[in-house]
T-cell receptor, first 111, second 113 residues
Framework: DAKTTQPTSMDCAEGRAANLPCNHS???????VYWYRQIHSQGPQYIIH???NNETNEMASLIITEDRKSSTLILPHATLRDTAVYYC????????????FGQGTELSVKP | DAGITQSPRHKVTETGTPVTLRCHQT?????MYWYRQDPGHGLRLIHY???????DKGEVSDGYSVSRSKTEDFLLTLESATSSQTSVYFC????????????FGPGTRLTVL
């Protein structure tokens, strides 16, 4: 599975868009990009995933560059409850589809 | 929450004692996973299961065993707990669909004294 690189931490003002970058320059053609988040003391929560097209759901948008070497998770109107660690994961279909979690980005949404 | 529960939610035990953690799901998913989470290490896969009686090792399986005798339950056993196994343990299921996303349980906080 490809390795990902994310900033260790980011701040965002409440009500603003939070843009969380992820670098995955070694991604291969059949690997998806997944985003999860973990709010303190809770289990990780699935947010969104994509292969090569941009995706949007009720939680967030995922923008994947044309060469697929990086992506950005966008929370359009961040709230205090979005304060969490955000994990970008790249995964293919192998070994039962296990997820390899890196260190993630600690997002702090401030009033 | 994809119908996932974990029990117990908290446990304190002593070194050398056996411990079993239970993950229960209500939606008949085939794939189930056990992860542990420690400061500085993120989440690491211990074992996973791809069906009843079908299990395989993850990246940190030493000292752990698992069993899956029925679809809804995935048990994680520490045969002889050690202090290094103090951790938060998360169970997950995989929804077999286009994205194969995983959904996690609430976690079990285990302390081995």
């Amino acid at each position: 599975d490809a390795k990902t690189t994310q900033p260790t931490s980011m701040d965002c003002a409440e009500g603003r868009a939070a843009n969380l970058p992820c670098n995955h320059s070694t991604i291969s053609g059949n690997e998806y990009v997944y985003w999860y988040r973990q709010i303190h003391s809770q289990g990780p929560q699935y947010i969104i995933h994509g292969l090569k097209n941009n995706e949007t759901n009720e939680m967030a948008s995922l923008i994947i560059t044309e060469d697929r070497k990086s992506s950005t998770l966008i929370l359009p109107h961040a709230t205090l409850r979005d304060t969490a660690v955000y994990y970008c994961i790249v995964r293919g279909i192998n070994q039962g589809g296990k997820l390899i979690f890196g260190q993630g980005t600690e997002l702090s949404v401030k009033p | 929450d994809a119908g996932i529960t974990q029990s117990p939610r908290h446990k304190v035990t002593e070194t050398g004692t056996p411990v079993t953690l239970r993950c229960h799901q209500t939606e008949n998913h085939r794939y189930m996973y056990w992860y542990r989470q420690d400061p500085g290490h993120g989440l690491r896969l211990i074992h996973y299961s791809y069906g009843v009686k079908d299990t395989d090792k993850g990246e940190v399986s030493d000292g752990y065993s698992v069993s899956r005798s029925k679809t809804e339950d995935f048990l994680l056993t520490l045969e002889s707990a050690t202090s290094s196994q103090t951790s938060v343990y998360f169970c997950a299921i995989k929804v077999v669909a286009e994205g194969n996303e995983q959904f996690f349980g609430p976690g079990t906080r285990l302390t081995v004294l």
